[in-house]
């Protein structure tokens, strides 16, 4: 199993940009959720989902849309880049009851 | 608001040392409270979690303790090793909302 990836790696993007992180599992897990992560602030999240076609909102979700239309993947999506923005990204997915949630290596995103 | 709070930011210690990590939490909604391990460039992994209603739980040489009424937890490393050097993060997980909450990370350098 290659578990949890994310593409790409590395982006730079301009403000007012626009782009999609991928996030894709092979382990059929349920929940699946993004967080991004901070000097100083651990990691935040942003949006989560416990099914295909379920989604939620986490703790910092402006700027940020997400759609779960199959089990194995959940890409979020920002319309208009800012440079507030820019952190790493980490996408997670989980078994019931959700609580041990296993992490993708990251996106580092850049935002001029 | 952190709803968790961790501390030291930062944590120097000398092999064999035991370092020790401390958390607290004021929402006792919280019900599973995992500690992850994050390397430079990784996602963060799960390293050990405990429920409350147990005070202690050790995995190698790794120990969480809980104190339930001081809403504290804390990691614990014995005989600490240079490849234990890693950011370490706290979290609580809620699971009427299936939402986990991170602490804001303390770095660990374990000298020789």
């Known amino acids: 199993n290659a578990g949890v990836t994310q593409t790409p790696k590395f982006q730079v993007l301009k403000t007012g940009q626009s782009m999609t992180l991928q996030c894709a599992q092979d382990?059929?897990?349920?929940?699946m959720s993004w967080y991004r992560q901070d000097p100083g602030m651990g990691l935040r999240l942003i949006h989560y989902?416990?099914?295909?076609?379920?989604?939620d909102q986490g703790e910092v979700p402006n700027g940020y849309n997400v759609s779960r239309s199959t089990t194995e993947d959940f890409p979020l999506r920002l319309l208009s880049a800012a440079p507030s923005q820019t952190s790493v990204y980490f996408c997670?997915?989980?078994?019931?009851?959700?609580?041990?949630?296993?992490f993708g290596p990251g996106t580092r995103l850049t935002v001029l | 608001q952190q709803q968790v709070k961790q501390s030291p930011q930062s944590l120097i210690v000398q092999k064999g040392g035991i370092p020790i990590i401390n958390c607290a939490y004021e929402?006792?909604?919280?019900?599973?409270f995992p500690w992850y391990q994050q390397f430079p460039g990784k996602g963060p992994a799960l390293l050990i979690a405990?429920?409350?209603?147990?005070s202690e739980k050790k995995e190698g040489r790794f120990t969480i303790s809980f104190n339930k009424s001081a809403k504290q937890f804390s990691l614990h490393i014995m005989d600490s090793q240079p490849g234990d050097s890693a950011t370490y993060f706290c979290?609580?997980?809620?699971?009427?909302?299936?939402?986990?909450?991170f602490g804001t990370g303390t770095r660990l350098q374990v000298t020789l």
């Open positions: 997670a997915s989980s078994y019931p009851p959700y609580n041990e949630q296993f």
């Open positions: 382990m059929n897990h349920e929940y």
């Open positions: 989902s416990v099914g295909a076609g379920i989604t």
């Open positions: 929402n006792t909604a919280f019900d599973y």
């Open positions: 405990i429920r409350p209603d147990v």
């Open positions: 979290a609580a997980f809620t699971g009427t909302a299936s939402k986990l909450t």
